[in-house]
């Protein structure tokens, strides 16, 4: 394992000596060299220096220009308008850089330099309810966070927060006691099912709370039946404990088909609900009141805030334990936070939530901070997410004005995106198995691209017919062209005389130029994404890359290169990088590149 220095960061490196030199004592100094349509990067920090020095931008960069060192790296720089610098890379620095990259498994991408403990609180379903399209985005964004955090060297501790406790577990538990068998599975013939499914797991539940619900509203006798199980569930008795863990297991087999279809893998341990923190309620509230972070109020452990007030103008408090006795969100949240610093060891906690929790959240961290469980050395974070929005840009519902089931969309999307395989499956001979496997692939792959290609806090229009599409910013296009470039490596194997070898020598095309650059880029943009938690940003360095590939192969012949064969080698080493890229970046993003398609 290799880290590559990028050819941003040398060329950065070189300036900032040469400025060091010039101004010596300015101290460290940032060149502010970023990316250019004027050439490959242009360096913007001279302006600001020669201001602080009351110097003359130009003549400064004159004299930093004749002080850099360009040997092996920079072919050209030029002083642009006040003191801008125009500075352009060397072709053959340009591929003994990718050829480093290429020679790592790691694709020469960097170890962050000092990695923590994050704990990723996502995908976040509740027991006994079914997940719907609401459930879609904590999943893949966090999911995605995990890749990239973890491929960054970041230690990643899981945490699916489900919601498994509760009052409406009374209603259900005492119907279940009182209606054994209705969470049995048999088969037709009375025996016991050895292996259910996760959509019998949810019949059965839908059908159980639907019963339980409509005797809790028309029964009074039941109603407080149900009440007082409540009580015992929260007391820990052990007949209630027993039927409660019979919904949580079932529950279970339901979360985990829908991870299943969403090629997700969720493991046991790293599930751990609202009742995992049951035994430190009574002791959260407790430091909180005697450290004076919580006051009483009216009966309710409450913590007040300046700046969080009702419409009526009076401070909204965040509700601790209320004025009954009962622990409400905050207290279960407040209580995870003290196990995933203390227990765990975190130094970031992440939470991948509604942005309509925004508020929630913002008082919980800062009590946190408050009682001293957050401090410099940890910190906690809302990776907020908007709202899945149908194509007439309203929240997406059926028909009928249901909320939908994330099992029915998945499914349609797989359909869609099997029916775009299916017709092209001929041409290159894929088998019945193929189509069906690269149909799961394409159409889980097109609802995680939609998602994580759009900002997180923004809203997105949920729409199949664009996420299939073969031509636009696509999760489709994107498997396209790894597709595309694995079949060009293929038939140039098959020619048996062209292999993916770099030649530095050899003068780039523009179009090869660019490719180049910006695979180079793509240590740089992962840091970058893992730092602002940002998987959209991975998305679109990898649409752009298939873009730039698109070109290059358009105007570089790859296979029948004229009129020498290196620059075929040349051109195919650029294409399997591509590929390693490609397949790599949409790894991080949990989906998968089909060889053929």
Not at 353 to 372: P, Y
Not at 509 to 531: K, V
Request: proline share 4%; glycine share 8%.
């Amino acid at each position: 394992m290799a880290s590559v220095p990028s050819l941003a960061s040398s060329v950065n490196q070189r300036v900032a000596d040469a400025l060091a030199s010039a101004l010596p004592d300015a101290g460290a100094s940032d060149p502010l060299l970023r990316r250019s349509d004027r050439a490959d990067f242009q360096a913007n920090g001279i302006l600001a220096l020669a201001k602080k020095a009351k110097a003359n931008p130009r003549e400064l960069a004159t004299t930093v220009v004749e002080g850099i060192n360009t040997a092996g790296l920079i072919k050209e720089i030029e002083v642009s308008g006040p003191g801008f610098l125009n500075i352009t890379i060397t072709d053959g620095a340009i591929i003994e850089t990718l050829a480093a990259r290429a020679a790592d498994d790691r694709l020469g991408v960097p170890l962050a330099a000092a990695p923590g403990t994050t704990v990723i609180d996502y995908a976040q379903p509740n027991v006994a309810k079914e997940m719907h399209v609401g459930h879609l985005r904590s999943a893949v964004i966090g999911a995605a966070m995990v890749e990239i955090l973890e491929f960054t060297g970041e230690k990643v501790v899981r945490r699916h927060h489900i919601g498994d406790w509760g009052t409406q577990f009374g209603m259900l538990i005492q119907y279940l006691l009182e209606h054994p068998h209705e969470l049995d599975h048999k088969a037709e013939d009375g025996a016991e099912v050895a292996e259910v499914s996760g959509e019998e797991a949810m019949s059965n539940l839908n059908r159980l709370y639907k019963a339980s619900r409509a005797l809790f509203d028309s029964d009074e006798e039941f109603k407080t039946r149900a009440r007082a199980r409540v009580v015992d569930l929260q007391a820990g008795e052990p007949e209630t404990l027993a039927l409660w863990q019979r919904f949580v297991d079932e529950s279970k087999i339901y979360f985990y088909s829908v991870f299943n279809k969403l090629d997700m893998d969720i493991q046991d341990p790293d599930v751990i609900g609202e009742s995992g923190y049951n035994d430190m309620l009574v002791e959260t509230c407790k430091l909180l009141e005697d450290s004076g972070v919580a006051v009483r109020s009216n009966g309710a452990l409450c913590v007040f805030f300046d700046d969080v007030k009702g419409p009526d103008g009076n401070p909204t408090p965040l509700i601790v334990q209320k004025s009954d006795g009962g622990f409400g969100y905050a207290a279960t949240d407040l209580s995870a936070i003290r196990d995933r610093v203390g227990g765990l060891g975190a130094t970031t906690l992440l939470y991948v939530v509604d942005a309509r929790q925004s508020l929630h959240f913002k008082m919980v961290f800062e009590t946190a901070r408050r009682a001293g469980w957050l401090n410099e050395d940890t910190k906690a974070v809302q990776l907020a997410f908007g709202t899945v929005l149908g194509k007439d840009g309203k929240p997406f519902k059926t028909r009928e004005g249901e909320t939908v089931r994330l099992v029915d969309l998945l499914d349609e999307a797989v359909d869609r995106a099997t029916a775009v395989v299916r017709e092209k499956a001929e041409k290159i001979g894929l088998t019945e198995a193929e189509i069906v496997e690269n149909g799961q692939y394409v159409g889980i792959g097109a609802v995680k691209y939609a998602d994580l290609s759009t900002s997180a806090a923004r809203d997105y229009k949920f729409d199949l017919d664009q996420m299939v599409s073969l031509t636009g910013d696509t999760s489709v296009y994107l498997q396209y062209a790894y597709a595309r470039i694995k079949s060009i490596l293929r038939k140039a194997g098959e020619a048996g005389d062209r292999k993916p070898v770099a030649h530095p020598e050899l003068e780039l095309a523009p179009a090869e130029r660019a490719l180049g650059l910006h695979l180079d880029h793509f240590g740089e943009l992962i840091a970058e994404a893992a730092a602002d938690y940002a998987p959209h940003k991975v998305a679109a360095y990898l649409y752009q890359l298939s873009s730039l590939f698109a070109t290059f192969y358009e105007q570089c012949p790859v296979v029948k290169p004229e009129p020498e064969l290196v620059v075929g080698e040349n051109r195919l080493f650029l294409c399997d990088l591509t590929a390693r890229t490609l397949s790599k970046g949409m790894s991080l993003l949990g989906i998968r590149t089909p060889e053929k398609l």
